[in-house]
């Protein structure tokens, strides 16, 4: 299956609500990316994925991306320095045991949504929306081919 195949029209609209709703209070960036297949530790191809967004170029560098490979069926959450300075120890792995417990059911968009919204509060309480925030990055879902 194509990547951008993963979700139906409807679901991403969901998926980028939910992204769009998070940013409104904080001034960090949440992104989604969706590729077909992941051959090695989806990390390491997140990390590669996020440098590819150019996602390290927020000021704060505040960014965070859910990467997803949807037929390797693997999946991971990171973030850029400044929010991994501030986050407590193991909360991206208390993100990804929530998005999992969906995942394990199929319910990728309920997934998906559960991290953005998880993401959106932890960024709000260490970077909250200033009045001269500007979006720094898209909201949309990106998609690849994967590895």
Not at 32 to 61: Q, W
């Amino acid at each position: 299956m194509k990547a951008s195949q993963f979700l139906s029209k409807e679901q991403k609209k969901e998926v980028v609500a939910a992204i769009m709703e998070a940013e409104k209070a904080t001034s960090g960036e949440i992104r989604v990316h969706i590729e077909t297949s992941c051959n090695g530790d989806p990390k390491i191809r997140a990390l590669r994925t996020f440098h590819k967004l150019k996602m390290a170029r927020t000021a704060a560098r505040n960014g965070v991306l859910v990467y997803v490979a949807c037929d390797s069926r693997r999946f991971a959450v990171i973030g850029d320095k400044g929010i991994n300075a501030v986050v407590p120890a193991g909360f991206w792995k208390d993100v990804v045991a929530a998005m999992g417990e969906f995942f394990k059911k199929e319910e990728y968009t309920q997934g998906l949504v559960k991290g953005v919204i998880m993401i959106g509060e932890k960024l709000k309480a260490f970077f909250p929306y200033q009045s001269d925030d500007v979006n720094e990055l898209p909201d949309d879902i990106s998609y690849g081919d994967g590895e």
